[in-house]
Nanobody, 125 residues
């Protein structure tokens, strides 16, 4: 069973930056980040493919957030810049059990088999 542990959440001012990290205990393939604000559904933020390194972003964070991974260390990082109050949410790291085949989009919750416990990000105005 793969375990994912996030770190790096906290409080930032609008316009500031935070860096989230996620460490996986076992073999993973593609990895992603989702977030969930109070009263809202969990939504896709960013993802990175294991083999190609291709990156995928939600429109709301494109050009502000950057996802990267270190396959040797089995970690994925989300660099968040130009933060906005609407970025406030619990951020979850997620990983796929296998490659992303037909029907897999990298942005759907069902694409992922493993989830971290979440880390709170709060952005003040």
């Amino acid at each position: 069973q793969v375990q994912l542990v996030e770190s790096g959440g906290g409080l930032a001012q609008a316009g500031g930056s935070l860096r989230l990290s996620c460490a996986a205990s076992g073999r993973t393939y593609n990895m992603g980040w989702f977030r969930q604000a109070p009263g809202n559904e969990r939504e896709f933020v960013a993802a990175i493919a294991w083999s190609s390194g291709s990156r995928y972003y939600a429109d709301s964070v494109r050009s502000r957030f950057s996802v990267s991974r270190d396959n040797a260390k089995n970690t994925v990082t989300l660099q968040m810049n130009s933060l906005k109050p609407e970025d406030t949410a619990v951020y979850y790291c997620a990983a796929m059990r296998g490659p992303c085949y037909y029907g897999c989009t990298y942005s759907k919750i069902d694409d992922y088999s493993y989830w971290g416990q979440g880390t709170q990000v709060t952005v003040s105005s």
